[in-house]
């Protein structure tokens, strides 16, 4: 009487994990980005604690303080959390450098928050622009973007529009 086996053979195992290998090289390239727009949003918070004060400035005396200190903030180096590790005020710009548990993607790289205002009416209050993003129509943008990220890490909001 003829014993049957059970079970897969060699050859089918390896197509199966050669499938999962296929897979998981296209899914980690599109989680990478995912996990680094999550840590970039994660840092935003840690800016807003410089936008009032530098916002404040302007609509006092229609001038951007020129570093951390004219905007009343501890050193750069002291300013930091999980995923930054200095937040830089540079002519009323705000730029964030991300390092500590940040992913290497961002890892040294700057993300840049530049406040756009228009110039002949400082009731307006003060836009900030992410990154390579444009200003809104009638206003201008102040300071310089130091931002070091490559696009396709960038949230939207901080993106150049294609038009």
């Known amino acids: 009487m003829p014993q049957s086996t059970r ?19 296209i899914a980690i390239p599109s989680m990478q980005g995912r996990i680094v727009r999550q840590q ?3 840092a935003m918070p840690l800016a807003d604690i410089a936008k009032k ?6 609509a006092t005396a229609q001038q951007f303080p020129a570093d951390n200190a004219a905007t009343g903030l501890p050193s750069a180096d002291k300013i930091v959390s999980n995923y930054v590790s200095a937040v830089t005020v540079k002519d009323g710009a705000i730029h964030v450098k991300f390092g500590n548990r940040a992913n290497g993607a961002i890892l ?9 205002v228009v110039a002949d009416a400082p009731i307006v209050p003060v836009t900030w622009v992410c990154g390579k993003a444009d200003a ?23 993106r150049k529009l294609k038009r």
């Open 53 to 58: 004060p530098v916002a404040a400035q302007w």
């Open 40 to 42: 970039i949003e994660a």
């Open 7 to 25: 079970g897969f053979t060699l050859i089918e195992m390896m197509a199966v994990v050669a499938v999962v290998a296929i897979l998981a090289a």
């Open 108 to 116: 040294g790289k700057t993300l840049t928050l530049r406040p756009a």
């Open 136 to 158: 809104p129509d009638k206003m201008t943008l102040q300071g310089s973007d130091e931002t070091s990220i490559a696009d396709e890490y960038l949230p939207m909001d901080c």
